[in-house]
């Protein structure tokens, strides 16, 4: 057991889509001491965006920003002594999410020249304007003669992963190819910047971003070959010696908090930070992940995580997943991903096509035109939306109007990632309602979710339990009753609105040497159940034969777009 005195807090930084968390944990028991959240002010506006083309990219003074306002916001309501007892720090952010950057590692974005070009920023985890690079990746892969170096990534390479956005980078953007002397993913970006890191050479690669997005693997020693990479486009043998070899899992510290960020942030200097890694894998630390548990990351999309014992021998492939990586998750096992595209962000697409008229009339009648109140009565309109929906929803039956959706509306990431794939709707008559097609859309995004639990147990790794975390975890009762029905198993919701802060914040713990291994923080802080979701045993049969009927419109759509 580590050595425990009064008062030892930890800090765990979450980076979301949409904003910067940040959660101060008392390590004793993993008592929540204070949180604060800081948005994106670049993002919000939705500045180097364009959805039409899945371009989402995000400037690195975004995340700086951010931060900042986060820990303004914690001194304020936890206040500095509370502050000075934090004894470490851990962070994760969204991923694959990878940026060019100079000989000091810094973002190219932060330099004059590049300050405003997109390529030269953050490529957001749900850009896919890459997926013909992934084709060339996949199909390189089974062709070439050599090593498949996707066998550890499920054997299919995604548009949202770290090989294919640089490809595309590269071929759209020569400024940026010439300038860049290697990416690196946004949650080693941020533990180098914080440490002080202003050396490529300093700068310790996360094992879980790597290792899930971008090949590397011991058996390979280390990232796929030169002359791999080297056929699919001439600079990417350069980046991949940028890289290194070696990669490090997150109950390690990659340096002490630098003095001038200390200052910026109100803590002490010199405390260990985390290697960092991606949201959806400290989360499922967070959540309570260990073997045979599957835990679901839900908010705009989904990561299902889970974790089996490294086991005597070769490891024992899975199939068309997002990866499984020695130590990305718990360190001492095998961490295995999943996930959906598009979760919390098909209902968000929903609601925005409903309030199309309220935010029309509010391009067409600029906000200071308005009378007092009435922007926000109209905000509150949209707001008022999904909530809604989701009451008149619950009152209907299974299949309601006789509709089946598909939820590949950004695409499928898993079983089999195919970023070309589109949604759809089957079954519209006039008599369709607004609230049929929002539980049509809730049924789709469980069958989803049931195609990644089926692949699992075909491919002989055991789920014996679920939990769910994150926003659409706790905030939608339908959606997890339904979730609970199409799996026929409970699902228990975590008590915490922070899981991922959380499970950051153990592995802060453990880099501070609070706590010897992630196990033991994560026994001594890890959230209690707020509830458990029973299945309907009816209900559940009834979604069988619906289940069925959305794998045959999957086929049918897969056939016809690709």
């Given at each position: 057991m580590g050595k425990q005195t009064a008062r030892e807090l930890v800090l765990g930084i979450d980076y979301g889509t949409d904003s910067c968390r940040g959660v101060i944990i008392d390590a004793a028991d993993g008592a929540e001491i204070a949180q604060a959240v800081g948005a994106y002010p670049r993002w919000a506006k939705g500045m180097y965006c364009d959805p039409q083309t899945n371009r989402f990219r995000q400037h690195p003074l975004d995340?700086?920003?951010?931060?900042?306002?986060?820990?303004?916001?914690?001194?304020?309501?936890?206040?500095?002594?509370?502050?000075?007892?934090?004894?470490?720090?851990?962070?994760?952010?969204?991923?694959?999410?990878?940026?060019?950057?100079?000989?000091?590692?810094?973002?190219?974005?932060?330099?004059?020249?590049?300050?405003?070009?997109?390529?030269?920023?953050?490529?957001?985890?749900?850009?896919?304007?890459?997926?013909?690079?992934?084709?060339?990746?996949?199909?390189?892969?089974?062709?070439?003669?050599?090593?498949?170096?996707?066998?550890?990534?499920?054997?299919?390479?995604?548009?949202?992963?770290?090989?294919?956005?640089?490809?595309?980078?590269?071929?759209?953007?020569?400024?940026?190819?010439?300038?860049?002397?290697?990416?690196v993913e946004h949650c080693d970006w941020m533990s180098a910047l914080l440490t002080g890191a202003k050396?490529?050479?300093?700068?310790?690669?996360?094992?879980?971003a790597?290792?899930?997005?971008?090949?590397?693997?011991?058996?390979?020693?280390?990232?796929?070959?030169?002359?791999?990479?080297?056929?699919?486009?001439?600079?990417?043998?350069?980046?991949?010696?940028?890289?290194?070899?070696?990669?490090?899992?997150?109950?390690?510290?990659?340096?002490?908090?630098?003095?001038?960020?200390?200052?910026?942030?109100?803590?002490?200097?010199?405390?260990?930070?985390?290697?960092?890694?991606?949201?959806?894998?400290?989360?499922?630390?967070?959540?309570?992940?260990?073997?045979?548990?599957?835990?679901?990351?839900?908010?705009?999309?989904?990561?299902?995580?889970?974790?089996?014992?490294?086991?005597k021998g070769g490891e024992r492939l899975v199939r068309g997943i997002c990866g499984q990586v020695d130590g990305s998750v718990m360190p001492s096992m095998l961490g295995y991903e999943a996930g959906q595209s598009a979760f919390g962000d098909v209902y968000a697409w929903f609601r925005n096509l409903l309030s199309w008229p309220l935010v029309s009339m509010k391009s067409i009648v600029p906000e200071g035109n308005l009378r007092s109140g009435e922007a926000a009565a109209r905000q509150a309109q949209v707001d008022a939306i999904l909530p809604l929906l989701e009451e008149e929803a619950a009152a209907l039956e299974p299949g309601a109007g006789g509709l089946v959706a598909l939820d590949w509306l950004n695409g499928r990431r898993t079983p089999d990632a195919d970023q070309r794939l589109r949604g759809a709707i089957m079954g519209l008559t006039l008599g369709t309602t607004a609230p049929m097609l929002y539980r049509a859309l809730l049924e789709a995004t469980a069958y989803g979710a049931r195609a990644i639990v089926e692949r699992f147990r075909e491919e002989g790794v055991a789920i014996d339990k679920v939990v769910g975390i994150g926003g659409v975890a706790r905030k939608s009762a339908l959606g997890m009753q339904i979730v609970a029905d199409v799996l026929g198993m409970p699902i228990d919701i975590v008590a915490s609105d922070q899981s991922v802060a959380l499970g950051a914040a153990m592995f802060a713990a453990v880099a501070a040497g609070i706590w010897p291994s992630v196990d033991e923080a994560q026994k001594r802080m890890g959230p209690p159940v707020e509830r458990t979701v029973e299945p309907d045993p009816r209900r559940a049969k009834e979604y069988d034969g619906l289940y069925a009927r959305y794998r045959k419109l999957g086929d049918f759509v897969e056939k016809e777009l690709t």
């Open positions: 995340y700086v920003e951010s931060l900042g306002s986060v820990m303004d916001s914690l001194l304020a309501s936890a206040g500095a002594e509370t502050l000075s007892a934090v004894r470490g720090i851990a962070i994760d952010t969204t991923g694959s999410t990878p940026c060019a950057v100079d000989a000091a590692g810094q973002p190219l974005s932060m330099s004059k020249e590049f300050a405003e070009d997109p390529d030269a920023m953050f490529v957001l985890w749900k850009d896919h304007t890459a997926t013909a690079e992934a084709e060339e990746i996949n199909t390189l892969a089974r062709c070439w003669g050599g090593i498949d170096y996707t066998k550890y990534e499920g054997g299919v390479y995604s548009s949202e992963w770290f090989w294919a956005k640089i490809m595309r980078v590269f071929k759209s953007n020569s400024r940026v190819e010439a300038a860049s002397a290697s990416f050396d490529l050479r300093a700068m310790k690669r996360s094992r879980c790597m290792g899930h997005k971008a090949m590397w693997h011991a058996d390979f020693g280390g990232y796929p070959s030169a002359d791999f990479l080297g056929r699919l486009h001439p600079s990417l043998p350069r980046i991949r010696e940028s890289l290194g070899t070696e990669t490090w899992t997150s109950d390690r510290s990659c340096g002490g908090l630098a003095a001038e960020w200390s200052t910026r942030l109100h803590l002490p200097a010199g405390i260990p930070v985390a290697v960092g890694a991606y949201d959806a894998h400290m989360g499922a630390v967070g959540g309570g992940v260990r073997e045979g548990v599957l835990v679901k990351v839900m908010g705009t999309s989904t990561c299902d995580m889970i974790v089996a014992p490294k086991g």
